[in-house]
């Protein structure tokens, strides 16, 4: 991790507004895109940026105003933390942890030249957090429990056969638990 430039990882093609764009179409393109943020930008230059925070603080504080009249940079932060293209994914790493930021703008010679978020570095190395493994698991389980929900299942369980001990869904056959494999070998 120590020889890996953000340059490497990060996302080259960022999603973007102007300074004049309001605050309603701000959130449209954050909804189409499927993210959390936009940047603003002018004749490549970094200028701020937009969160769906911002936008909601805006219609809680500016409930009077119609989100069409407020424009970008209006809200946006001043100071904004950004990142250098040469610097490796420890130090993004760092900088994330102690500013509690999930995305960093790259910025070289003035100019935005991308975005590093914290999926470009799990995608790149997913063995920074093991933690996924778990959150998979849990994710799988949930994924289980709702598909028993759905199909209405009530005799069904997870958990270890009783004949043939792998971890499945079991049916209650003879007053033991049984995974369906085992259930039709009898």
Known sequence: ????????????????????????????????????????????????????????????????????????????PKKIATIKPTATISDVVKKMKKLKFDKLPVIQDKELVGVVTIR???????????????????????????LIEKLKITNVLDGICEECGNRELLHRQDGRLICDSCSSSM
């Open 1 to 76: 991790m120590q020889n890996i430039h953000v340059s490497e990882i990060m996302t080259r093609d960022p999603i973007i507004i102007s300074p004049e764009t309001n605050l309603l179409e701000c959130a449209k393109k954050m909804v189409k895109k499927r993210v959390g943020s936009v940047l603003i930008v002018t004749k490549k230059k970094l200028v701020g940026f937009i969160s769906r925070k911002d936008i909601l603080w805006a219609l809680i504080k500016k409930s009077k105003e119609d989100l069409s009249k407020i424009k970008a940079i209006d809200i946006s």
């Open 120 to 146: 470009d570095i799990l995608n790149f190395n997913p063995e920074i957090y093991p933690e996924l493994d778990e959150f998979a698991k849990v994710r799988e389980e949930s994924k289980k429990l709702k």
